[in-house]
């Protein structure tokens, strides 16, 4: 039994004293420690080692004080695990030395044996559940395959991903191979998670936004659909799609136990889009953790009466910033746990 | 009187057989010949020689048969007039060798006089005129305060432009001096251009989506609106704002002739949003010119079907890319113009 249990009872929509509270990136980025760790270990060695890996994913509990823990991973293991070479590159973010930019590159990609290629992931789940020791919930999380291939197609972050829309514009059956595989290996994966022991899942479409509705339809949700139908009746299912308000009311009768949302979708917006039929989690604006404190526990408390407090996860819009002082991002939790009594 | 008035007709709301058709960026970067002059000539050698900028003016109109032409130029002409500098770097795009990131360079930029500072932007709005002939109407232009905003603070382009919003939220004193100035600045320019001869302006709200709505109020929103108010009795203006569907109805409400929108917000909700109370313009999704001419004509067809022909200005969600095939752009006209017949 989880002690601090607020977070699973917001996602099953029980009436709680005040909403729970985390933060998208928690896990690193903004803290010292982290820093520090990141100047003796790279990226993917964060990623690879256990006990690095439950280190960082436990430090934000300690120091910040969230209601859920989440595991410090990167979305992009999972192409490197379909033996699609990948490297974070210094003043770049990742880098695909050979995109999946051609028929051969979409067939050479494989659905591999997660257990062989993932289970490093599985490991730091297995010791981060030791290391929290039941206080917060853990969550495991999966880009959306639409978010992947963006990757994949491309090679590296962009503005619009315009290779990896000109693939599905210009040869859609191909796009639709890889999205599939892609599909497949992220299930098996997050089956692996739920396995090793996490307590809930949250799907990241981070480029789903740059879609048009129809598009995003045949590009993204029908993939992110067959995820939430193979986990749903096994653990509770979030999915956040930035920029993504115009799928809402599709996304709220999925199967999902909650959705995320960014903060250009007003509260009142993402309850009527969603006919306040589902947990809802995000949107205070990263950037707004810049402001003053008082001014974060100010707009937090508003924006918790816009939501509601109960059905709704407090949470960022995006992912934290690295250059948000450690004391803002406590000014916005505790604004949260404040909420009761301010 | 302008020969081709079908643009005009869209603004006023008239009924007209079928609907206008510019793109964004219509007036070059795809056009190999405009490729040929880039070899030639600096991007603001071009803007600034008005034969040249006249020249690339033209050349859609000629080549691929749009029914208004845009003058050939850029947003940040008016922060370099107000004595901040910016170059157009070479794979880097926008680029200000000094950013507007202190109070002393706040107070540093200048309200100028436009005839002196902007007068080449005069001239070739008057050369344009007269090589256009009254064939097609000319469209003049300028960013958003915020959107200039953004890069006078960034110092170049930005995934999220923190900086920029760093400022505003923990100086907004100093974000709305900078604002104001850019504003003044701004209403003098097109007042300029409106003289100079242009039949419509457009303003540019490239980064506003980046911003809550309640933000964008603050610090996007009261400053358009203060242009809009300014020149809507004398010409007709669009306000285009990439990713600002959550400020429609302000905006349907703003005495703006014609709203822009982007292709993630669908046709349907551009019209709920807006109470069908205004002209709107779009909203292809740029990347879908990438699709074989045969879709781009079926999609554009359902896209007018969807906006309805009256009230609307057809075009893309933002700016053509450059890799966009000339024959492609070409099926995208040619399907605005057959729709009555098809």
């Known amino acids: 039994m989880i002690k601090n249990d607020l977070f699973l009872r917001a996602l099953k929509g029980e009436t709680v004293q005040r909403p729970p509270v985390w933060m998208m990136r928690q896990a690193g980025r903004y803290l010292p420690d982290f820093m520090k760790l990141k100047e003796k270990y790279d990226f993917f060695t964060r990623c690879r080692t256990p006990e690095l890996a439950t280190e960082i994913t436990v430090m934000p509990i300690e120091q910040v004080g969230t209601d859920a823990a989440i595991l410090f991973s990167d979305i992009l293991v999972v192409p490197q695990a379909m033996d699609i070479e990948v490297e974070m590159k210094q003043g770049v973010g990742p880098w695909l030395p050979n995109p999946v930019n051609s028929e051969k590159r979409v067939e050479a990609a494989i659905v591999p044996d997660v257990n062989e290629t993932l289970g490093y992931v599985y490991d730091a789940i297995k ?15 999966a880009g959306s395959p639409w978010t992947i291939f963006c990757y994949a197609v491309q090679g590296q972050g962009s503005k619009n991903f315009d290779k990896a829309k000109a693939m599905c514009f210009s040869r859609p059956d191909l796009a639709h191979t890889l999205l599939q595989k892609i599909t497949d290996t992220t299930i098996a994966y997050l ?9 809930a899942l ?11 509705p129809v598009d995003y339809q045949e590009f993204s949700w029908q993939y992110i659909q067959q995820i939430v139908d193979a986990l749903k009746d096994h653990i509770p299912v979030i999915v956040f799609g930035k920029g993504c308000w115009f799928a809402l009311e599709k996304m709220s009768k999925s199967g999902a136990a909650a959705l995320g949302v960014d903060w250009t979708c007003s509260p009142r917006n993402a309850r009527a889009f969603t006919n306040n039929s589902i947990t809802l989690q995000g949107n205070f604006d990263p950037s ?6 008082k001014d974060i526990t100010k707009m937090v408390h508003q924006m918790i009466d816009e939501f509601g407090k109960d059905k709704y996860i407090a949470n960022l819009g ?10 803002h991002a406590k000014a916005f939790v505790e604004a949260v746990k404040s909420y009761p009594d301010r």
Chains 1, 2 share one sequence.
């Open 127 to 141: 010791l981060t559940k030791q290391a929290l020791n039941d206080e917060v919930p853990l969550i495991g999380f």
């Open 191 to 199: 089956k692996g998670k739920i396995d090793a022991g996490v307590d």
């Open 202 to 212: 949250q799907v990241f479409d981070s480029w789903g936004g740059m879609l048009s």
């Open 288 to 293: 707004r953790l810049l402001s003053p404190p």
């Open 318 to 327: 995006h992912g934290i910033l690295p250059n948000i002082p450690v004391e």
